[in-house]
């Protein structure tokens, strides 16, 4: 899972913003029609209720990172795009700021969720509905009840109030993490609170089909453990993804708050004064290794081919280039590239 942003679907430009729907909300729509068909007989109208259910939480997801999107804009940045999820999304957001502001940025999409909730509230309270229920996660409205105005706008609600939830896991690529890693970063530095915010995510990701069976979500039947399953999995390969990013860079060329999935808001440049040399940890000393035996074996690699393109340019001239190997092509064009970088 190393590059989720390549599962998608272009939507196009909203207000000057990319647009991509991410393969999961397909998925996400055959997994809710499937369970909600599995009683039999199944109500007839439960495989349409599933269906608006991903269609009423695309739009939650939409209001979500739109949140996100005017908190960029209102502190002077710019978006260039937006990757939809199930829980959330990725939005892309450009200005200089200090990491405060991504935790204003990041804060701003449970907000929005959380607006609906509150506006939903006197409409359901005048509509006898039982408003306790309306906050237990593991209540959700039932797949198989007859279709009506009332339903929908308890489907609106819950999965709104489940956005906020979620999203304040401190785990990446969940806005929770973001938040850590933005309150981390003025004492331990970006990097150190990248890693320690990775961890805490690969830590929540195993305990958290535990913690569903503690209180029973496995119970409740497949609408909620598959879902717990998918998320825990998203969380720990985000967080995988997250800690390789940091071996394989000498440093952060983005600042502290670069892009790629498991990291969301870009380019937030930090005007803190630098900090004072520190002597490096074992994470960082190991790291350090790691980085020098990586640059040892790409060195090797690059004297290997050199040694053998004078073979291939031979060979070349003999046969053509439609006659070489596809190695040999390679060679040729990454020694070719490496010549033309140095000139």
Same mark, same amino acid.
């Given at each position: 899972?190393?590059?989720?942003?390549?599962?998608?679907?272009?939507?196009?430009?909203?207000?000057?913003?990319?647009?991509?729907?991410?393969?999961?909300?397909?998925?996400?729509?055959?997994?809710?029609?499937?369970?909600?068909?599995?009683?039999?007989?199944?109500?007839?109208?439960?495989?349409?209720?599933? *269906? +608006? &259910?991903?269609?009423? /939480?695309?739009?939650?997801?939409? @209001?979500?990172?739109?949140?996100?999107?005017? %908190? #960029?804009?209102?502190?002077?940045?710019?978006?260039?795009?937006?990757?939809?999820?199930?829980?959330?999304?990725?939005?892309?957001?450009?200005?200089?700021?200090?990491?405060?502001?991504?935790?204003?940025?990041?804060?701003?999409?449970?907000?929005?969720?959380?607006?609906?909730?509150?506006?939903?509230?006197?409409?359901?309270?005048?509509?006898?509905?039982?408003?306790?229920?309306?906050?237990?996660?593991?209540?959700?409205?039932?797949?198989?009840?007859?279709?009506?105005?009332?339903?929908?706008?308890?489907?609106?609600?819950?999965?709104?109030? *489940? +956005? &906020?939830?979620?999203? /304040?896991?401190?785990?990446?690529? @969940?806005?929770?993490?973001?938040?850590?890693? %933005? #309150?981390?970063?003025?004492?331990?530095?970006?990097?150190?609170?990248?890693?320690?915010?990775?961890?805490?995510?690969?830590?929540?990701?195993?305990?958290?089909?535990?913690?569903?069976?503690?209180?029973?979500?496995?119970?409740?039947?497949?609408?909620?453990?598959?879902?717990?399953?998918?998320?825990?999995?998203?969380?720990?390969?985000?967080?995988?993804?997250?800690?390789?990013?940091?071996?394989?860079?000498?440093?952060?060329?983005?600042?502290?708050?670069?892009?790629?999935?498991?990291?969301?808001?870009?380019?937030?440049?930090?005007?803190?004064?630098?900090?004072?040399?520190?002597?490096?940890?074992?994470?960082?000393?190991?790291?350090?290794?790691?980085?020098? %035996?990586?640059?040892?074996?790409?060195?090797?690699?690059?004297?290997?081919?050199?040694?053998?393109?004078?073979?291939?340019?031979?060979?070349?001239?003999?046969?053509?280039?439609?006659?070489?190997?596809?190695?040999?092509?390679?060679?040729?064009?990454?020694?070719?590239?490496?010549?033309?970088?140095?000139?």
């Amino acid at each position: 899972m190393h590059d989720h942003s390549g599962w998608y679907l272009y939507l196009g430009r909203w207000a000057g913003v990319r647009v991509k729907l991410h393969a999961s909300f397909v998925f996400l729509a055959v997994l809710l029609v499937y369970t909600a068909t599995l009683p039999s007989p199944a109500p007839a109208h439960a495989a349409w209720h599933a *269906l +608006l &259910t991903t269609l009423l /939480l695309f739009a939650s997801v939409v @209001l979500h990172e739109f949140g996100h999107c005017l %908190a #960029a804009w209102r502190l002077g940045g710019s978006v260039s795009q937006v990757v939809l999820f199930p829980l959330g999304g990725l939005a892309s957001a450009h200005f200089d700021g200090e990491p405060q502001d991504e935790m204003r940025v990041a804060m701003a999409g449970p907000t929005a969720n959380l607006l609906v909730c509150l506006g939903l509230l006197p409409v359901m309270w005048s509509m006898d509905v039982e408003l306790i229920r309306l906050f237990h996660v593991l209540r959700p409205p039932a797949l198989g009840e007859a279709m009506s105005l009332r339903l929908v706008l308890e489907t609106v609600f819950y999965l709104n109030w *489940l +956005l &906020t939830i979620a999203n /304040l896991i401190p785990a990446m690529p @969940l806005d929770g993490g973001r938040i850590l890693r %933005a #309150a981390l970063t003025p004492s331990v530095g970006a990097n150190q609170a990248s890693l320690v915010t990775a961890r805490t995510g690969q830590f929540i990701a195993l305990i958290l089909p535990l913690l569903a069976w503690g209180v029973g979500v496995f119970d409740v039947g497949a609408n909620f453990w598959a879902p717990v399953a998918v998320v825990s999995i998203l969380l720990f390969f985000s967080a995988k993804q997250e800690i390789e990013r940091l071996m394989d860079s000498e440093q952060d060329e983005g600042g502290p708050f670069g892009y790629d999935f498991s990291q969301g808001y870009t380019s937030l440049e930090r005007r803190l004064a630098p900090p004072t040399p520190r002597r490096k940890n074992t994470v960082q000393r190991w790291l350090e290794r790691r980085r020098r %035996a990586r640059e040892q074996r790409r060195l090797e690699t690059e004297a290997m081919e050199e040694q053998r393109l004078d073979g291939i340019l031979a060979r070349l001239n003999e046969v053509g280039i439609q006659n070489l190997s596809s190695e040999e092509r390679d060679i040729l064009r990454r020694v070719s590239q490496r010549y033309r970088n140095r000139q």
